[in-house]
């Protein structure tokens, strides 16, 4: 059995001593986040794997649009020593392109196309980074940046049901409001109607 | 020469022995319906209890069915994409007649939760004709079974005609179809 604080000592000392590491967040005993350039983290994956850290789990992206940057984030896993690294980075919003890391990871190439399909960020390397995956015929800007209205969408391309203002009571049903209050008028009467 | 024993047998028009024929065969067909079941939506879930041993749909005659050439009720269960909607269009075209639609939860009546969603249609009868609905979000096991039951008493007196409103306003239904997907051929590269 390893020890886990140890294994995330060991992955601090590991990238903090040789990469450029902007902002490190150690999140419990099981995964650390470490935002790192754009440029190191291809280097970065390869030592990693190199170490253990073999299994792809996750690659997804953030709309920071305030910042008007995307974040990726790598989650890769090691077997042996189990701890989950996240590998984040900023990309330029305007002009997202970010080197694929399929040579590293080959298992990558879907979630690159889910990332290009989702938020228009562009992955050369990936030979088919730009085929759609899950919308079909999408004739809109990527939809999950925050920019992207789907309430709009939605009204412009879908009918939606139209109610009438006015209701009628069909069944000719008296109205039960007034038993409903004598009711409760009279469970006020006997006690305090389970209010303490 | 007519017979002075028996009464002359009275000739029924056509549309007179159709509407009889017709009568005999729903009787039959809605004691013994046949489902296809669309479960992309969370309502499939009522089904599993609305099919075995809590609820038993077996005793209205009602059973499962592996392919839609062979069975008379889709199940709609819930939301439908964009890109489920197409396949539920190539399945609802591929039964035949007489074919029924029984929509389940408030996603295919206006959208329900995702009605301000970007990919969820909002009124499944735009597209294809629902028979009847079942309201709830998700609706319990007694409203699903009370559905079937209405649903039979459709085709008893005669309302479950959506098949015939299809044919009668195919061309209405593929507008709807085209103004919201673009396409309803399926392309991608799995099928190419």
């Given at each position: 059995?390893t020890?886990?604080i140890?294994?995330?000592e060991?992955?601090?000392?590991?990238?903090?001593d040789?990469?450029?590491?902007?902002?490190?967040?150690?999140?419990?005993?099981?995964?650390?986040?470490?935002?790192v350039?754009?440029?190191?983290?291809?280097?970065?994956?390869?030592?990693?794997r190199?170490?253990?850290?073999?299994?792809?789990?996750?690659l997804?992206?953030?709309?920071?649009?305030?910042?008007?940057?995307f974040?990726?984030v790598?989650?890769?896993?090691?077997?042996?020593?189990?701890?989950?690294i996240?590998?984040?980075?900023?990309?330029?919003?305007?002009?997202?392109?970010?080197?694929?890391?399929?040579?590293?990871?080959?298992g990558?190439k879907?979630?690159?196309?889910?990332?290009?399909?989702?938020f228009?960020i562009?992955f050369p390397?990936?030979?088919?980074?730009?085929?759609?995956?899950?919308?079909?015929?999408?004739?809109?800007?990527?939809?999950?940046r925050?920019?992207?209205?789907?309430?709009?969408?939605?009204?412009?391309?879908?009918?939606?049901?139209?109610?009438?203002?006015?209701?009628?009571?069909?069944?000719?049903?008296?109205?039960?409001?007034?038993?409903?209050?004598?009711?409760?008028?009279?469970v006020?009467?006997?006690?305090?109607?389970?209010?303490k | 020469?007519?017979?002075?024993?028996?009464?002359?047998?009275?000739?029924?028009?056509?549309?007179?022995?159709?509407?009889?024929?017709?009568?005999?065969?729903?009787?039959?067909?809605?004691?013994?319906?046949?489902?296809?079941?669309?479960?992309?939506?969370?309502?499939?879930i009522?089904l599993?209890?609305?099919?075995?041993s809590?609820?038993?749909?077996?005793?209205?005659?009602?059973?499962?069915?592996?392919?839609p050439?062979?069975?008379?009720?889709?199940?709609?269960?819930?939301?439908?994409?964009?890109?489920?909607?197409?396949?539920?269009i190539?399945?609802?075209?591929q039964?035949?007649e007489?074919k029924?639609i029984?929509?389940?939860?408030?996603?295919?009546?206006?959208?329900?939760?995702y009605?301000?969603?970007?990919v969820?249609?909002?009124?499944?009868?735009?597209?294809?004709p629902?028979?009847?609905?079942?309201?709830?979000?998700?609706?319990?096991?007694?409203?699903?079974?009370?559905?079937?039951?209405?649903?039979?008493?459709?085709?008893?007196?005669?309302?479950?005609?959506?098949?015939?409103?299809?044919?009668?306003?195919?061309?209405?239904?593929?507008?709807?179809?085209?103004?919201?997907?673009?396409?309803?051929?399926?392309?991608?590269?799995?099928?190419?």
């Amino acid at each position: 059995m390893t020890n886990t604080i140890n294994n995330v000592e060991f992955v601090r000392n590991l990238v903090e001593d040789n990469y450029k590491v902007n902002k490190t967040e150690v999140i419990d005993q099981y995964q650390v986040s470490f935002e790192v350039e754009k440029e190191e983290v291809h280097r970065l994956l390869a030592q990693l794997r190199s170490e253990g850290w073999i299994q792809m789990s996750y690659l997804s992206a953030i709309d920071w649009i305030a910042d008007n940057e995307f974040e990726l984030v790598y989650i890769v896993f090691n077997w042996e020593k189990p701890v989950y690294i996240q590998v984040r980075t900023r990309l330029d919003r305007d002009n997202p392109v970010m080197e694929s890391i399929m040579p590293i990871h080959p298992g990558c190439k879907y979630y690159e196309r889910e990332a290009h399909e989702y938020f228009g960020i562009e992955f050369p390397g990936n030979p088919d980074f730009h085929k759609p995956l899950i919308l079909e015929d999408w004739d809109d800007m990527p939809p999950l940046r925050k920019d992207f209205d789907p309430r709009a969408y939605s009204d412009a391309h879908f009918s939606s049901r139209e109610y009438p203002e006015t209701h009628e009571n069909t069944l000719g049903q008296e109205s039960k409001v007034a038993q409903r209050e004598s009711r409760m008028a009279r469970v006020f009467k006997v006690g305090k109607g389970g209010k303490k | 020469m007519e017979s002075t024993k028996f009464s002359p047998i009275t000739k029924l028009s056509k549309e007179e022995v159709d509407r009889k024929w017709w009568e005999i065969g729903d009787f039959f067909r809605r004691n013994s319906l046949w489902m296809l079941m669309y479960c992309t939506g969370c309502c499939a879930i009522e089904l599993p209890p609305a099919m075995t041993s809590a609820y038993d749909m077996e005793r209205l005659g009602m059973g499962p069915m592996a392919t839609p050439r062979q069975a008379d009720v889709l199940l709609v269960t819930g939301y439908l994409s964009l890109k489920t909607l197409r396949r539920v269009i190539y399945t609802y075209e591929q039964m035949s007649e007489p074919k029924y639609i029984v929509g389940f939860g408030s996603c295919t009546i206006n959208g329900g939760i995702y009605h301000d969603s970007h990919v969820v249609i909002n009124q499944l009868d735009q597209y294809i004709p629902v028979d009847t609905y079942v309201a709830g979000c998700m609706p319990n096991t007694e409203a699903v079974m009370n559905g079937f039951i209405d649903l039979m008493s459709l085709i008893k007196n005669k309302k479950a005609d959506g098949w015939k409103r299809y044919k009668e306003n195919y061309e209405w239904y593929k507008k709807n179809q085209i103004d919201s997907l673009g396409e309803v051929q399926v392309h991608d590269e799995y099928h190419q």
